[in-house]
């Protein structure tokens, strides 16, 4: 593959393509193209019509305005930035904190024929020269970006010779510091707008709040507001709040009352195994998912429940990100999570397809003890949080005012076990560093092994002196796989070790024997999380945690909180009127199917066969006097509750009861 510089030259001299000119082309202003769009639509989703607001969206965002879209969680978003782009000039720059979701949407952009990359801090420098190129030289639509890569000198450069045509950002909640995930690193896209002007951003959420809402379009610096909201109301779905003791018992009540697909999410990975095991001896067909599993169990696991091969998955919050299933029947909640826009976009997940669905949140005596101290543990002692940067470095080998850009794989257990530290502990101490901007924590690693060609097919053969092994995996490899030459592809060595009827292991060893000769840059699976050193290590005096990323988060977490224990304790007000409430819908009505409102109307159903009971007892009796046995057998209702209406009637003074016969007072 020719190599470009930084500069935009190639290795002899030879200037490429000139910095782009700000622009903005003249389709912007040109009326909305009904019938293009139908085209794209049909094309590359196969549908034949938009769902509701996708439309209202598009058209705004090609219009060329600054656009904040509010849609629930399922409602199509990644398609109001994936259609405008493909029916304009450019490219489209993808703003998202998760990995996992970047490869999700652009494996599946890339099986539609729509070529897509991604750059993130856990590829290598090379990875990422490769994929800026990419989007330079090869007519790709879309580029998936961390928000810390946003602001490198690398991709600024790189960024003078591309055309974009959009910013999408995903996720957008977290450039508010009032965002239950606020993440400093996306301020860095207010900069970057500055390197596009007359570029419009897409901005897209699950879950704002009024104040959030208003923060996110001052952040990202629009140029006026512009909200297109769709209700959060999910008229299908029953918001239900279990109190219990024994969660696996009422789990068990709920599948078997609720056929079809359900998802279980627990807090912990070790009780996603624990409980999908127990459903299994109850005899359910069940399976666990969590961040810790290998890729390949990942996929298997997923295909199986989307399928239906598998009816349900115990899981972690890892599980159902950018997964569109719409026939989940039952989203159950074995805790609460620590925020009620974290329980939104997760039962949410429930009844896509608009049929009746239910989203179950289990709670007991000790939960609200848990809540809090999930508070204590996501914010621990800020000279904690200074230790633990200073051991970093000590663990990593990292000198005094040196490591800036370095990554270092990182393996928790160790670090834990070498310094006598709480694993949860350091987890969120690492969450503040990276929040402050010292580094960068990342979890959701790349862990499937991907490959490039770095030299051209017909030079491949050429003087090469390969030995049959190698040119029979190169075959293989070439055989199995399209797009080697121009872009990264992962693979599997396990199936190319079957298709070279060879190990994996041996597999493995030619791939590294290639990358050495230059003939393919392998990247092997990676494992395990990475810690990337967004600046020098720096003094603990000189260290500093900034308010708004410990104190004032910590205040907002703990109104959370109270938002969540509120919701698990109140019997009042329906749970989708609260819930709606909280998200700024104050005209929102019951819902009528909760089990606040199903109560509710049980209740209110009671009392008016209660009063029809005593109405006709009054009657009755009338000015006669009549033996007990004889009113409670002449009156067509049951014996207990006719009992109950006549002892009501004694209490408040209106009949009397002596000698075992009554009469009105």
Avoid at 200 to 210: F, I, K, R, W
């Amino acid at each position: 593959m020719e190599k470009i510089k930084e500069n935009g030259e190639k290795e002899n001299g030879e200037r490429v393509r000139t910095p782009r000119s700000d622009l903005r082309t003249s389709f912007l202003h040109s009326p909305f193209p009904h019938s293009l769009f139908s085209e794209i639509l049909k094309q590359y989703w196969g549908y034949d019509s938009f769902r509701s607001l996708q439309e209202e969206i598009i058209t705004s965002v090609y219009e060329g305005n600054d656009t904040l879209g509010l849609m629930p969680t399922g409602g199509g978003k990644s398609l109001t930035f994936q259609a405008p782009t493909l029916a304009m000039e450019g490219l489209c720059i993808v703003v998202t904190p998760l990995i996992a979701l970047m490869k999700d949407q652009v494996d599946n952009l890339r099986h539609r024929g729509i070529k897509a990359t991604t750059v993130h801090s856990g590829m290598s420098r090379e990875e990422i020269l490769v994929a800026l190129d990419n989007c330079i030289f090869g007519n790709y639509k879309f580029l998936y970006v961390s928000p810390e890569r946003l602001n490198t000198e690398l991709f600024l450069n790189k960024l003078n010779y591309m055309t974009v045509c959009l910013i999408a950002v995903d996720e957008s909640h977290c450039i508010s510091q009032w965002g239950y995930d606020f993440r400093p690193s996306y301020l860095n896209i207010a900069d970057l707008r500055e390197h596009l002007p007359g570029v419009p951003v897409l901005a897209l959420t699950a879950t704002a709040t009024p104040d959030v809402i208003d923060d996110i379009q001052e952040k990202l610096h629009f140029k006026k507001k512009n909200v297109f909201r769709k209700s959060f109301e999910r008229k299908n779905v029953a918001y239900i709040v279990r109190k219990t003791e024994d969660k696996l018992y009422e789990i068990i009540k709920i599948l078997n009352n609720v056929p079809g697909t359900a998802i279980i999410y627990v807090r912990s990975r070790k009780r996603t195994k624990e409980i999908a095991v127990e459903l299994v001896r109850a005899g359910f067909d069940a399976d666990f998912f969590h961040a810790g599993l290998t890729s390949d169990d990942k996929i298997r696991k997923q295909n199986n429940w989307k399928s239906g091969q598998c009816r349900i998955i115990v899981c972690t919050n890892a599980f159902g990100m950018g997964i569109d299933k719409p026939d989940v029947r039952v989203v159950i909640h074995y805790e609460l999570p620590g925020s009620l826009e974290e329980y939104f976009q997760e039962a949410g997940r429930a009844g896509r397809d608009e049929k009746k669905s239910y989203a179950v949140a289990l709670y007991s005596s000790k939960d609200q003890g848990q809540l809090k101290k999930q508070l204590t543990d996501t914010f621990p002692d800020k000279e904690f949080v200074k230790d633990v940067y200073e051991k970093l470095a000590y663990f990593f080998e990292i000198g005094m005012h040196m490591g800036i850009e370095t990554g270092h794989n990182f393996v928790i257990e160790q670090f834990c076990s070498a310094f006598h530290y709480n694993i949860t502990h350091v987890h969120y101490a690492l969450k503040i560093l990276d929040l402050s901007g010292y580094i960068e924590y990342i979890e959701d690693t790349d862990k499937q092994s991907k490959l490039l060609f770095t030299t051209q097919r017909d030079d491949l053969y050429k003087g090469s002196g390969f030995n049959a092994e190698i040119e029979k995996l190169l075959q293989v490899v070439l055989r199995s796989y399209t797009g080697l030459f121009s872009d990264y592809v992962y693979i599997n060595e396990t199936l190319l070790a079957q298709r070279a009827e060879t190990t994996p292991h041996q597999v493995y060893e030619g791939l590294k024997f290639l990358s050495a000769n230059r003939i393919i840059h392998y990247v092997p699976a990676k494992k395990v999380p990475v810690i990337y050193y967004v600046q020098n290590r720096e003094e603990l005096k000189y260290l500093n945690i900034p308010r708004p990323v410990y104190e004032e988060r910590k205040e907002r977490q703990q109104k959370r909180i109270e938002a969540v224990i509120h919701y698990g304790n109140s019997d009042i007000e329906c749970r989708s009127r609260t819930l709606l409430r909280y998200f700024g819908e104050k005209s929102a009505g019951n819902c009528g199917h909760c089990d606040v409102c199903l109560a509710k109307r049980h209740n209110e159903t009671e009392t008016s066969t209660m009063n029809r009971i005593i109405r006709t007892i009054l009657e009755f009796v009338g000015e006669d006097e009549f033996a007990l046995d004889k009113i409670i057998y002449s009156i067509r209702f049951p014996k207990a509750q006719v009992i109950e209406a006549i002892r009501f009637l004694c209490d408040n003074g209106q009949l009397i009861l002596q000698d075992n016969k009554i009469r009105k007072l």
